[in-house]
């Protein structure tokens, strides 16, 4: 985590889990917070609010909420589609579900995505 939680990322977390933001900043001071957790949630529900705004692919919006928040794209991409496992391929663009055998050929993007980028 390059980017330790601000104040403002408090207030905003305050607000996702309806927690007085008192008490999250007494936590974060005594170091009860778990800041990366609580940072993929931040950047979960900001996404899926500019997701729904649809101003923005879904590829920028992570690339933007990466440079926001100081963490790589891939850090991002592996709590939004759950990819822990690696079972499941997703479309780092679009999300649409892909398998293995695209994900490699087109470095992790459909083939609709791939051609919309040549
Ligand atoms: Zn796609």
Redesign the pocket.
């Known amino acids: 985590m390059k980017r330790p939680l601000g104040k403002d990322d408090l207030k905003i977390l305050s607000g996702i889990l309806g927690i007085e933001n008192d008490i999250l900043i007494g936590l974060s001071d005594k170091d009860l917070l778990k800041h990366s957790q609580a940072k993929a949630l931040l950047i979960k529900t900001e996404y899926d609010r500019l997701v729904q705004e649809g101003k923005n692919k879904k590829c920028r919006i992570m690339a933007d909420l990466a440079t926001k928040y100081g963490v790589s794209k891939s850090y991002i991409e592996i709590f939004i589609y759950n990819k822990v496992n690696g079972k499941s391929y997703y479309?780092s663009?679009?999300g649409?579900k892909i398998s293995l055998y695209q994900s490699k050929k087109n470095s992790g993007?459909?083939n609709?995505?791939t051609n919309k980028n040549d």
């Open positions: 479309c663009c679009c649409r993007k459909c609709i995505c």
